[in-house]
């Protein structure tokens, strides 16, 4: 069974293997391994340190027996567009593959859209890889709709990934 805290600046190490494990798990099969060793830079410890620190992210994780299974990253926009009004993005919504299906994505997106209301957002904006048909119905559910393409680069491989907002 899952539960769910926020995390701390201590969570990153952790947050660092959770991340690259997920994105590798999911997609790696994808992607030539050079890459996906460029991309997974993105999950350094570092990166996460300085991100735990800002207050401008809030960061949601799921522990089960002391092992962290899923996270979920808001921060503000990054993705190249504009975005309408307030806006929040959901940086990352990552869930190992045992806790599908478990209830636990309800649980931490329930999490996502109280913490960007929280927030004051009028908007929540995400990007999703366009042939991830599970994620892209979960957030479709939510009432995510589809704003457009957006090139997602994973080293120097471009996917189509769609931009997707939620009117909160």
Known sequence: MITFRD?????????????ARSFFETFGHLYDPADLAIFLQSHAVAEWDKQ???PAFAVRVGEDGGQF??????G??????EPRGQATELR???LLQPWHGTGAARELMRWVLDEARRRRAE?????VFTDNHRARCFYAKYGFVEEGPYTFMVGNH??????????L
């Open 7 to 19: 995390a701390t600046p201590e969570d990153a190490p952790a947050l660092a293997r959770l991340g």
């Open 52 to 54: 735990l620190a800002d």
């Open 69 to 74: 299974a899923a996270f979920a990253k808001l």
């Open 76 to 81: 503000p926009p990054s993705l190249p567009f």
């Open 92 to 94: 990352q919504f990552y």
């Open 123 to 127: 908007h929540l904006y995400l990007s």
């Open 158 to 167: 471009a996917d189509e990934d769609i931009v997707m907002r939620l009117d």
